[in-house]
């Protein structure tokens, strides 16, 4: 979910080296010196300034450790002015470095570009200026650079091999590589040099969590909340990871109270919003706001490049269409779309694929390959030239399907290689930051204009439903419920969502029901590892349920996983976070799914399905009304069965599953985007149920 971090560039003045006999001026240096030393600054500075510089203006040394006095009191525009007066006055390689630091501070990365590679040409030791030139080089799009920024590390540990920040911004780049093993061993060398070292302790613990060590990421991840206890990343990690395996007792190291506030203080975040959204204590604004932090941070230097092509030239004409997707091979959002891209109407758009993440030749992948007209795999592209290509493919409107999901790469449509943007699908939320996207793909039920203000992006409502699916096809036949470790007899209530999506206050009402229906189960998909199962049942028996009324599915493939959950009598859906592709293979199943609907675009997905299927009784709105309609459908049988026949009848001939009539619907909205950017506005629009 969390990129690592990098360690910052940090300004390590020299301590200046004192003239063998002071004699003047230079007794006031020395005096200046000291004061700096003992880190009175503000001393310092009235020291060289009011008394030292009158008496010997260009007094190289004093210029130079004012200038880096005035950095460390937020002073940059004076410390830029001393420390090239000093330049001017003969200082060396030192004050280069700090120059550049300056620079960097004042958002000159250009400048200081240049004043860290004056500093390494005068002195190839300056440890410091090659760390803090390969910060600067591996923010860049451009993998040459990227590549001259992993040298630059390794110069800067040349000249000093105890260098924790090199080191650690060596395993950085390195796990950007995927070079995982070369990351650890950085990491751990800089934990070794530096036990208390905050970037490298935050990043080992993100790659053990990456490496499927969660206890060991863990540990690393409290460690670091005790050192900063206020940095919401690691709080919102550590309870992020905890969620993940279903741990939840009490930390007071990391409680969503205290991320909250931390979310609240803090103006930039390096943590990735998609945990927020299953979390019911961080509303719509919190998840937007905190949304916007991690955008400013991750990719500021993207938002703050001019856009690559204005709403203002977009054409007229048939359209170009751009689908942008780390998910384009064996993957629940291809599974969803890819009927639905076939299905466009070839006459009025040309659909082109921006391939990126994991890769991939599997069958997804391919039927994908045979949908479109067009398919690039700019995984090896950086994100500038990826960016180009969109942008030179002419592409009026580019759909974003991943968002902030795993191996986001939002830097492409910060860019804004199309005049029309939209976020659709991958993310169920809004992405905060107004560049990303123009428009967020929903529907009345799903994102009503009521809660528009939850965006960041404006609302473009499909007419029926926001999510696509593919057609109806004849499913195998199940296995048998003693295949599946089920009872025979017992009723059993289903849950296939992601273990994260599970909350504390979900298993209080889903260990509610099962206490008011004797002898039910509750199937739940694959834990992922046994630590997770035992805790699972850990919480179930705290609740006073036995925990073996939990059965744990087995992996299976796609289609034998879809057949077997009609062995189910009821499924469960998740709040906060509902069930999305999950819902879509239950109602194909033919089982009947009870949800809950919030106040968020992601609590209300499932109220989507159902009412595109014509089942608007099972959507309830509050914990209370939830467990009610799950009890009484579990004691009433011919309702049951009843509403079972009812959903089999409804789902043939609902919009849910026609990808055909969806794209007729999905090309209508890009029509009305584009429309819209011809005449120079951005409204909400909501298609009309004809379309």
């Known amino acids: 979910m969390n990129r690592p971090r990098a360690a910052k560039p940090h300004p390590l003045f020299s301590r200046f080296a004192a003239a063998p006999k002071p004699a003047g001026p230079d007794a006031l240096y020395e005096q200046a010196l000291a004061l700096y030393q003992q880190r009175h600054w503000e001393a310092a500075i009235a020291l060289c300034r009011d008394k030292l510089l009158p008496q010997a203006p260009h007094h190289r040394d004093g210029l130079s450790l004012l200038g880096a006095a005035c950095f460390l009191q937020d002073d940059l525009p004076a410390s830029d002015r001393y420390l090239q007066a000093a330049i001017a006055a003969g200082a060396g390689a030192e ?3 700090n120059l550049g630091v300056t620079l960097n501070a004042l958002h000159r990365p250009d400048e200081a570009e240049a004043a860290y590679r004056r500093a390494v040409a005068l002195d190839p030791r300056q440890a410091k200026a090659w760390n803090n030139l390969g910060n600067l080089l591996a923010r860049s799009f451009q993998a040459s650079r990227r590549d001259e920024a992993l040298h630059c590390y390794r110069q800067a540990l040349a000249a000093k091999p105890d260098y924790a920040n090199a080191h650690t911004n060596l395993g950085h780049e390195l796990e950007n590589r995927k070079d995982l093993a070369g990351a650890e061993k950085c990491y751990r060398e800089a934990l070794r040099l530096q036990p208390r070292f905050l970037p490298a302790i935050g990043n080992l613990a993100a790659l053990l969590k990456r490496l499927k060590q969660p206890a060991e990421a863990l540990k690393y991840y409290r460690q670091a909340i005790l050192l900063d206890p206020r940095d919401p990343a690691f709080i919102g990690n550590a309870l992020g990871l905890c969620r993940e395996v279903a741990d939840w007792r009490a930390d007071g190291r990391a409680t969503v109270a205290s991320l909250v ?3 609240e203080r803090d103006g930039a975040s390096d943590l990735a919003p998609l945990y927020l ?12 706001s905190a949304a916007r ?4 941070k991750r990719w500021a230097w993207a938002l703050a490049q001019p856009p690559l092509v ?3 030239t977009a054409r007229e004409g048939p359209l170009r269409i751009g689908y942008l997707s780390a998910d384009f091979r064996n993957h629940p959002v291809a599974h969803l779309v890819t009927e639905v891209i076939a299905a466009q109407d070839r006459t009025q758009s040309e659909v082109f694929l921006y391939a990126y993440g994991p890769p991939a030749d599997d069958p997804q992948r391919r039927a994908l390959q045979r949908a479109a007209d067009h398919f690039t795999d700019i995984g090896a592209m950086d994100d500038l030239d990826a960016a180009r290509r969109i942008r030179d493919d002419g592409i009026d409107v580019l759909v974003d399907l991943t968002g902030y999901t795993t191996h986001a790469r939002l830097a492409i449509t910060a860019l804004r290689p199309a005049p029309v943007i939209a976020s659709w699908l991958g993310y169920i939320g809004s992405l905060g930051e107004p560049r990303l996207a123009d428009y967020v793909i929903g529907d009345a039920i799903a994102t009503p204009p009521a809660l528009a203000h939850q965006f ?4 473009a409502l499909m007419p029926e439903c926001y999510q696509p699916n593919a057609a109806l096809y004849p499913l195998p036949p199940p296995a048998s419920r003693a295949d599946e470790g089920l009872p025979e007899d017992a009723l059993v209530f289903c849950s296939f969502n992601q273990i994260f999506k599970l909350t504390p206050q979900l298993w209080d009402d889903w260990c509610h029901i099962l206490q008011a229906v004797p002898g039910s189960v509750l199937w739940l998909a694959p834990p992922g590892s046994e630590t997770t ?6 919480e179930t028996a705290r609740r006073g349920v036995a925990p073996e009324r939990l059965v744990f599915a087995q992996r299976r493939p796609l289609a034998a996983h879809q057949a077997r959950i009609a062995l189910a009598d009821i499924a469960l859906d998740t709040f906060p976070y509902n069930s999305g592709t999950t819902a879509s293979d239950v109602l194909r199943a033919g089982v009947p799914l009870v949800t809950r609907a919030g106040e968020t675009f992601v609590s209300r997905m499932a109220a989507s399905l159902l009412n595109t299927v014509g089942l608007p009784e099972l ?3 509050d914990s209370p009304a939830y467990r009610r309609l799950a009890i009484a459908l579990a004691k009433d049988a011919p309702r049951r069965h009843a509403l079972r026949a009812t959903l089999a009848e409804r789902v043939a001939s609902s919009a849910l599953f026609q990808p055909e009539r969806f794209a007729r619907q999905l090309d209508a909205l890009f029509r009305a985007m584009h429309t819209q950017a011809l005449e120079g506005r951005r409204e909400i629009i909501q298609l009309a149920s004809g379309n």
């Open 95 to 97: 004050t280069h470095t």
């Open 619 to 621: 959507v309830t709105a």
């Open 293 to 296: 932090r991690f955008a400013t």
């Open 456 to 459: 960041s992006e404006t609302l």
């Open 310 to 312: 204005d709403a203002a």
């Open 277 to 288: 959204l299953a979390w019911p204590e961080c509303g719509a604004e919190l998840q937007r």
């Open 533 to 538: 199962a035992q805790n699972l049942r850990e």
């Open 261 to 263: 506030a931390a979310l």
